[in-house]
């Protein structure tokens, strides 16, 4: 069981830029994966990026060059810095994990969520 927060969200002009923070109830070092996601109004939830426990990560093609996941161990917070925003960005943005291994995001679901923090992004 792990409870995730989510912090950081905001509104900002396109090329702006934002960090958001998720604070985890347990180890991170203990998680396997954790992930951002976010959803826009109307369209499905979809992946963003992801860590897993060895430090890899991966990106959606929308986000990569632009976006950077990361995490603090000694913090247990996952971050991700989100530079030369676009108004396609505007989402609630979702912290994810998973005790499984494998491919991270893992592609049928993570089993723990937070409840989101809200990006604006205006033109």
């Known amino acids: 069981q792990v409870d995730l927060v989510e912090s950081g969200g905001g509104s900002v002009q396109a090329g702006g830029s934002l960090n958001l923070s998720c604070a985890a109830s347990t180890y991170t070092s203990y998680i396997a994966c954790m992930a951002w996601f976010r959803q826009a109004p109307g369209k499905q939830r979809e992946e963003v990026a992801g860590?897993?426990?060895?430090?890899?990560?991966r990106y959606s093609d929308s986000v990569k060059g632009r976006f950077t996941i990361t995490k603090d161990n000694a913090k247990n917070t996952l971050y991700l810095q989100m530079n030369s925003l676009k108004p396609e960005d505007t989402a609630m943005y979702y912290c994810?994990?998973?005790?499984?291994?494998?491919?991270?995001?893992?592609?049928?679901?993570?089993?723990?969520w937070g409840k989101g923090t809200l990006v604006t992004i205006s033109s």
């Open positions: 860590m897993d426990s060895g430090g890899n990560t």
């Open positions: 994810a994990a998973d005790f499984r291994y494998g491919r991270c995001p893992l592609e049928h679901g993570m089993d723990y």
